[in-house]
């Protein structure tokens, strides 16, 4: 007594099943009015592109010469301010080997006088050379970029 198996037959998963249509793209036809929407849209992408491209290469070119002149103007200024300070030292030693050959107290105060007035205007005109570089340096630093955003404020406005 042997009894075979019976065949189960697979249900479905969903009982239910809704006809979804096909979705043909060859039939699919845009719009005529969609299509010129979207290719101006694109054009308009394009020429935004162009000129964020345009305005980044100019302002990195507005930087690196930006960043040349400060640069070069930060090194005439330490060149200055070294020569300052070559100087300064140079003085304070001849002024302490003159101090040292004092025969008197009253040669050293004269010594010692003399050299602050020297010292006095010595240091007074370094200042004022540092100064002036220093002015001209942030001048020209940013004279650049103030012309540039003069420009992008026309452009925009």
Do not use: C, W
């Not at 065949?7 to 979705?23: C, D, E, R, S, W």
């Not at 930087?63 to 300070?85: F, I, M, Q, R």
């Amino acid at each position: 007594m042997t009894d075979a198996p019976e065949t189960l037959t697979p249900k479905p998963a969903f009982p239910f099943q809704a006809g979804v249509p096909k979705f043909d793209p060859a039939s699919f036809e845009v719009p005529a009015v969609m299509r010129e929407i979207a290719e101006k849209s694109v054009q308009n992408a394009r020429d935004a592109y162009e000129k964020l491209k345009s305005s980044a290469e100019e302002t990195t070119d507005l930087l690196e010469d930006t960043y040349a002149t400060a640069t070069k103007g930060a090194a005439e200024y330490n060149t200055v301010a070294l020569e300052s300070l070559r100087t300064n030292v140079n003085a304070a030693f001849d002024y302490f080997g003159a101090l040292l050959a004092a025969r008197n107290v009253s040669e050293a105060v004269e010594l010692s006088t003399s050299h602050l007035r020297k010292q006095f205007d010595v240091l007074s005109a370094q200042a004022k050379e540092l100064s002036i570089i220093a002015q001209k340096v942030a001048t020209d630093t940013a004279e650049p970029i103030k012309a540039s955003v003069e420009k992008s404020i026309k452009k925009v406005g």
